[in-house]
């Protein structure tokens, strides 16, 4: 895949990010005043349509994560879009790299979490069914997928890396 269509990709990734962390997770730790009546019924709606109780009642180690997201992730998202759009800037790549890990290294219990976990009926049903549990997944997926995606480009782009193809007259004119 063409370098600038990837940068394209993280832009958007980044971009979007933005407004689901304020308006969506966020939800999980700050108190209901904060947040108009139509962003927590978005919020309801969701977690009723997706089988999603961690957003309603998350459990503490959620919460860390949801923590982290607004601590080191949210300052991040919009010096990486900046980044992404205007692309080939070198000084991202250690962030991204450390963002990247951390992302997704979090999402691998998240995962684990909607996959094993027998979440009970009440007060907000999680999933129950194998189609269910993989509907979810489907949903939390591209948070690891776009992070793995991110890493291997940072460490394997030319760009990115600051490693240069030696080339055999470049070799010579060495000796």
Known sequence: MCLRVLEIVFFLYFASHIPITVFIDLQALLPAHVYPQQLQDVLRWYAAEFKDP?????????????????????????????AFLKGGCRWIRTPTIIYSAHVA???????AHILFFPFPLEPHPGPQTTKERWVLVSIYAPYLLVPVLLLLTMLRSQTYNGTTITTTASKKKRK
């Open 54 to 82: 961690m957003v309603l009642d998350p459990p503490e180690w959620f919460k860390s994560f949801i923590f982290c997201e607004l601590l080191v992730q949210l300052p991040f998202f919009p010096i990486a879009a900046y």
């Open 105 to 111: 290294t979090t999402l691998i219990p998240i995962l």
